[in-house]
């Protein structure tokens, strides 16, 4: 590699780029997948200190329980800090995860997130390419209820097929309902099923050129799955500081104090220090790995075939199926009832017509004997 003897700009080049990217400002999408009532739209709230995502009321929440189905909730936010933009867009999962029956719940997020990487390969085709619309997960927060024991079935189905997709950081709720002993072992639970369900999780390059930066993501990596606590509302401790937290009776757990939870931990590593890498190993890895795959099977502009996979067409399905069957039930137990009715008449008439054929025979006998019987006289 030559060396420049005198300065001729070359270093003034990540200047550029930071102008640049300072006024094109940035695009973020965050996913957030969970049971319902673990606190996804107050930590949301909480992790960008606004209030992005209105909450909602308990008593709606379990009104519209008949239609079981996993929706998809958008909620977009632009937000400022130091003259730098940040377009934000949440999604939202409400509904999955909260029946009995959970089977095939995963199919619409799943769907959603390739549908974006199917839709951003399309743009890419087209000659005008100057304004891309780019909703690709960056990142999904997984919620985890806060057991104590492991993960349930349903969680780890799920988190297999999105740590293919997305980048995937498992996160355990309402971490203040958790004693640190049971915590520390829940999480340690935890990783020992991930590994063994070989669940593909975030993780980025620990070594960094200052060992400072390599003892903060070895921090960060070591606290991974994340336990966390929500909450929007001021509270006092008991020395007289003002934090964000929920108030006991024995105290009160701290959103930002590490003792507490990995809450400050988690917003570093989406927000302060591995933003960056989220978006471009979406792009680099995710993105790339799906376009790779749907180029390997499809020509360029053939449009994706996709099956029918709704899990409400499928529960009318099976409803349909088992009303059918309910019917088709019912009507052979009726043929039968009328075979053995026919069989049980048939086997009457014929009992009737031999009784009859007995009584000719008798009567033909009676004839015969009468007959011999006056033959003599007759002579």
């Given amino acids: 590699m030559s060396q420049v003897g005198a300065g001729i700009g070359i270093a003034n080049l990540p200047n550029q780029r930071h102008k640049i990217v300072a006024k094109r400002g940035a695009n973020f999408t965050l996913m957030v997948c969970g049971e319902s009532g673990l606190g996804k739209t107050t930590f949301i709230n909480t992790l960008f200190t606004t209030a992005i995502k209105t909450p909602k009321t308990y008593k709606r929440r379990y009104n519209k329980t008949a239609e079981k189905t996993v929706e998809i909730e958008i909620i977009r936010a632009e937000l400022e800090e130091k003259q730098f933009n940040v377009k934000l867009s949440v999604i939202d999962t409400p509904g999955f995860g909260d029946y009995t029956n959970n089977r095939d719940s995963w199919m619409p997020i799943v769907d959603f997130i390739d549908d974006q990487h199917e839709s951003y390969m399309r743009q890419e085709h087209q000659p005008k390419r100057q304004e891309l619309s780019d909703m690709r997960v960056h990142c999904c927060l997984y919620f985890i209820r806060p057991t104590g024991h492991t993960l349930k079935p349903l969680d780890i189905e799920v988190m297999k097929r999105l740590g293919t997709r997305v980048n995937l950081i498992p996160v355990v709720a309402k971490a203040d309902t958790m004693t640190p002993t049971d915590l520390h072992k829940f999480k340690k639970r935890i990783l020992e099923v991930i590994a063994a369900q070989n669940i593909q999780c975030y993780t980025f390059p620990l070594e960094s050129d200052d060992e400072a930066s390599t003892k903060r993501n070895m921090s960060i990596m070591a606290a991974m799955p994340f336990s966390i606590i929500g909450s929007t509302e001021d509270v006092q401790t008991l020395d007289g500081r003002v934090v964000k937290g929920r108030q006991y ?76 069957t309910e019917q088709v039930r019912l009507e052979e137990n009726r043929f039968r009832s009328w075979e053995q009715q026919l069989i049980a008449e048939r086997d009457r008439l014929n009992k009737d017509l031999e009784a009859e054929h007995s009584h000719i025979k008798a009567l033909e006998a009676e004839l015969e004997s009468m007959q011999v019987g006056l033959s003599p006289k007759r002579k």
């Fill in 249 to 324: 009776s024995w105290g009160v757990a701290e959103v930002e104090n590490e003792d507490h939870c990995d809450f400050k931990k988690l917003r570093q590593l989406l927000i302060r220090t591995h933003m960056l890498d989220l978006i471009s190993s979406t792009e680099e890895t995710h993105y790339e790995t799906y376009r790779h795959a749907q180029m390997e099977t499809r020509k360029i502009g053939e449009p994706k075939v996709k099956t029918v996979t709704n899990p409400k067409w499928k529960e009318e399905e099976e409803a349909l199926r088992k009303r059918f």
